[in-house]
């Protein structure tokens, strides 16, 4: 299982990013996909799952209205499109899944929202 996040980078406030998880060596479009993140000194967070064939999403409050989270099934690819950002969505962002009782992730890709 590989999962390899792109799309990071340095955006000021009220602007947006899209993230991209590329997935594989798993049958992708079988399996809930989840956007973690996780800001200095501060514990991992949820920010938004998205179950198999895309049937529902989940949004941590913080990032409701402001995130979505899709997934392309085709391309096994799940991205978090982010807009609306605030300095205090600054961290660093992992796509993640849970296959039977293994997790895996991806290695993380940076996000700062500053002026």
């Known amino acids: 299982v590989q999962l390899v996040e792109s799309g990071g980078g340095l955006v000021q406030p009220g602007g947006s990013l899209r993230l991209s998880c590329a997935a594989s060596?798993?049958?992708?479009?079988?399996?809930?996909m989840n956007w973690y993140r996780q800001a200095p000194g501060k514990e991992r967070e949820l920010v938004a799952r998205?179950?198999?064939?895309?049937?529902?999403?989940n949004y941590a409050d913080s990032v409701k209205g402001r995130f979505t989270i899709s997934r392309d099934d085709a391309k096994n690819t799940v991205y978090l499109q982010m807009n609306s950002l605030k300095v205090e969505d600054t961290a660093v962002y992992y796509c993640?899944?849970?296959?039977?009782?293994?997790?895996?992730w991806g290695q993380g890709t940076q996000v700062t929202v500053s002026s």
């Open positions: 993640h899944t849970r296959i039977l009782y293994s997790h895996y």
């Open positions: 060596g798993f049958t992708f479009r079988s399996y809930a």
């Open positions: 998205i179950t198999s064939a895309a049937g529902s999403t």
